[in-house]
């Protein structure tokens, strides 16, 4: 399936961004250091690979000295929305993301897979996906972790329901592999792993697993996926419920310490 382009208004600021930066006779690393950006962010904005908000708008017109052609779309560009099914897109933004918090119920979050958790994933998939398939999806998934040696570090929430750390996916070898790492990424200063535990009376997770993401401009961004159908959602009236949602979950979760003893605890039973 191919990507959505971006939409007209994307495209546009794309092209006066680069128009004026080209005309001004800047580089995208230039341009970058004048507003906070980085270089690749700055080429990013272009290509309409991201949405820079209504005060990115503003401060890129400020630097290059654009006569306000391009911050009278800073209002507009506050309303423009991420397409809401783009297979790939959140992989784009999680890469630079600031903050990451997720919530997990069928299987463990795809960046606390080991590689063969992560394996027992991909080929439990049906229809079937070719080795070659297994083989690119399991590399694209190892490669995002990447995120956690990131520097500057992003902060990264995950809150696992129980039931995933009861069902031995892959079999018991994989699954103890797998509650070890859980336990060695967990100790890293900016991971929080917590354990939503069966004990929890409150039905705070009945809409499923989530994904909140924040942009290095300070968007949240929300995402989930039900049947292989993936939805981006980056309204922001949208997106508050998520949060609201969220903060419930985080709140009758068990604290990183105790969820790490659990977390022994069931290594142990294994």
């Given at each position: 399936?191919?990507e ?16 004026w ?9 230039d ?11 700055i ?12 005060p990115?708008?503003?401060s ?24 809401k ?22 299987v ?12 027992a994933v ?6 079937q996906?070719?080795?070659d ?14 995120l ?20 031995r996916?892959?079999g018991?070898?994989?699954?103890r ?27 705070v997770d ?41 903060g ?16 022994q ?6």
């Amino acid at each position: 399936m191919s990507e959505p382009t971006p939409s007209p208004l994307v495209r546009a600021v794309g092209n006066q961004l680069r128009r004026w930066r080209e005309h001004r006779g800047l580089s995208r690393e230039d341009v970058g250091d004048k507003t906070g950006f980085s270089g690749s962010a700055i080429g990013a904005f272009e290509r309409g690979e991201r949405i820079p908000d209504g005060p990115a708008i503003r401060s890129l017109d400020a630097a290059l000295d654009a006569h306000q052609v391009m911050a009278v779309l800073a209002d507009d560009m506050d309303q423009e929305e991420y397409p809401k099914k783009k297979f790939g897109e959140l992989f784009r933004l999680e890469a630079g993301a600031v903050s990451l918090s997720t919530y997990s119920t069928g299987v463990i979050h795809g960046l606390l897979q080991t590689e063969a958790y992560a394996r027992a994933v991909f080929e439990a998939v049906v229809p079937q996906f070719s080795e070659d398939e297994v083989e690119r999806l399991l590399a694209e998934r190892l490669a995002r972790q990447a995120l956690f040696a990131r520097e500057p570090a992003p902060i990264l929430c995950f809150v696992l329901d129980e039931a995933v750390l009861l069902r031995r996916t892959g079999g018991r070898e994989v699954m103890r592999e797998q509650i070890q790492y859980l336990l060695e990424v967990g100790k890293l200063k900016h991971v929080r792993i917590s354990v939503l535990p069966f004990g929890c009376e409150e039905p705070v997770d009945s809409d499923g697993p989530m994904t909140l993401l924040e942009t290095p401009e300070h968007r949240m961004l929300g995402y989930t996926e039900v049947q292989g159908e993936s939805t981006l959602v980056s309204d922001r009236k949208e997106v508050n419920p998520w949060l609201h949602r969220y903060g419930m979950i985080r709140m009758h979760a068990l604290p990183p310490a105790d969820s790490a003893r659990l977390i022994q605890r069931r290594l142990e039973e294994l």
